[in-house]
């Protein structure tokens, strides 16, 4: 069984930064690809962001590009979001996600584990 706590999310204002962070419990943490995902009110859960197990290979939605950062530290067994210049349209509820020997995906359903969750508010 694999534990996710998110933390890090809070009020920002547009163009402002924050870094989200997600520890993970067990010994299969560097075995994992980890996600990041958001979800909106009323609006479906839409993937961030991912990075595979060892670090190399990460992957981002189009409406973050350029702008956020994931990264993962495995000696901590924590991977992190660090995201600029935010937008209004960022504010969602934050979750990290563990795709369990997964070499990294943007679906939902390739994913075992689910935090849950941490609120990012950014105001205009």
């Known amino acids: 069984q694999v534990q996710l706590v998110e933390s890090g999310g809070g009020l920002v204002q547009a163009g402002g930064s924050l870094r989200l962070s997600c520890a993970a419990s067990?010994?299969?943490?560097?075995?994992?690809?980890m996600g990041w995902f958001r979800q909106a009110p009323g609006k479906e859960r839409e993937f961030v962001a991912v990075?595979?197990?060892?670090?190399?290979?990460?992957y981002y939605a189009d409406s973050v590009k350029g702008r956020f950062t994931i990264s993962r530290d495995n000696a901590k067994n924590t991977v992190y979001l660090q995201m600029n210049s935010l937008k209004p349209e960022d504010t969602a509820v934050y979750l990290c996600?563990?795709?369990?020997?997964?070499?990294?995906?943007?679906?939902?359903?390739?994913?075992?584990?689910w935090g849950q969750g941490t609120q990012v508010t950014v105001s205009s």
């Open positions: 990075i595979s197990g060892s670090g190399g290979t990460t």
């Open positions: 996600a563990a795709d369990h020997y997964g070499s990294g995906s943007y679906r939902e359903k390739d994913y075992d584990y």
């Open positions: 067990g010994r299969t943490f560097s075995s994992s690809a």
